[in-house]
């Protein structure tokens, strides 16, 4: 299983561009990098997802390097709704053992 | 997306009753489910795999005979908190697999008096 590191907590200013990284030394070949966004008292909304080199959709960039140890979510101009939890999990896409573990999370907390 | 549901979003018990929480696939079918625990200021912690038409899988530390999955279809998975007590109390959350991602359901808060 490959297990995540990501910094605990993070602080901005809205209008900034927000990159958290999460670091996966063992990621196996057929695992997949997925990030979500947790508010209080709610689930986990999916944000992005990706495999390898970058990866962008309406509200987030994922990168991935070749070696795929780590991968960063790039969260343009954040706002103060943006405050949340981001975790980062690394599951293998189909097949194997797919056994879902999240780590602790980045507490993002966005200031006027 | 897909959207997962959960019902109830809340539920309040006295100890030693048994508290039942569906999740639901809404838009996708789902051969297997998920089910996770926090308590505030936590992550997410995997109880078990919920298998559709098969006995679920704890994850270690977590006892089967208390808290009972049954997946009977392709879109419900249920969790049955049983003879609950305060130390039960906690946010309850289930996801599901569609395709590649898991989605998640919006978590029931479970208080037992």
């Known amino acids: 299983l490959a297990k995540t590191t990501q910094p605990i907590s993070m602080d901005s200013y809205e209008g900034q561009e927000v990159n958290i990284t999460c670091s996966h030394n063992n990621i196996a070949t057929n695992d997949y990098i997925t990030w979500y966004q947790q508010f209080p008292s709610q689930g986990p909304r999916f944000i992005i997802q990706g495999y390898k080199t970058k990866v962008t959709n309406e509200v987030a960039s994922l990168f991935i390097p070749a070696d795929r140890k780590s991968s960063t979510l790039s969260l343009p101009r954040v706002s103060l709704s943006d405050t949340a939890v981001y975790y980062c999990?690394?599951?293998?896409?189909?097949?194997?053992?797919?056994?879902?573990?999240f780590g602790r999370g980045t507490s993002l907390i966005v200031h006027p | 997306g897909a959207v997962v549901s959960q019902h109830p979003s809340w539920v309040i018990c006295k100890s030693g009753t048994s508290v039942k929480i569906e999740c639901r696939s809404l838009d996708f079918q789902a051969t297997t489910m998920f089910w996770y625990r926090q308590f505030p200021k936590q992550s997410l912690m995997l109880m078990a795999t919920s298998n559709e038409g098969s006995k679920a899988t704890y994850e270690q530390g977590v006892e089967k005979d208390k808290f009972l999955i049954n997946h009977a279809s392709l879109t419900l998975s249920t969790l049955t908190v049983t003879s609950a007590h305060p130390e039960d109390s906690s946010f309850y959350i289930c996801?599901?697999?569609?395709?590649?991602?898991?989605?998640f359901g919006p978590g029931t808060r479970l208080t037992v008096l």
């Open positions: 996801s599901a697999k569609a395709g590649d991602t898991q989605y």
């Open positions: 999990l690394v599951a293998p896409a189909s097949g194997g053992s797919y056994i879902p573990t």
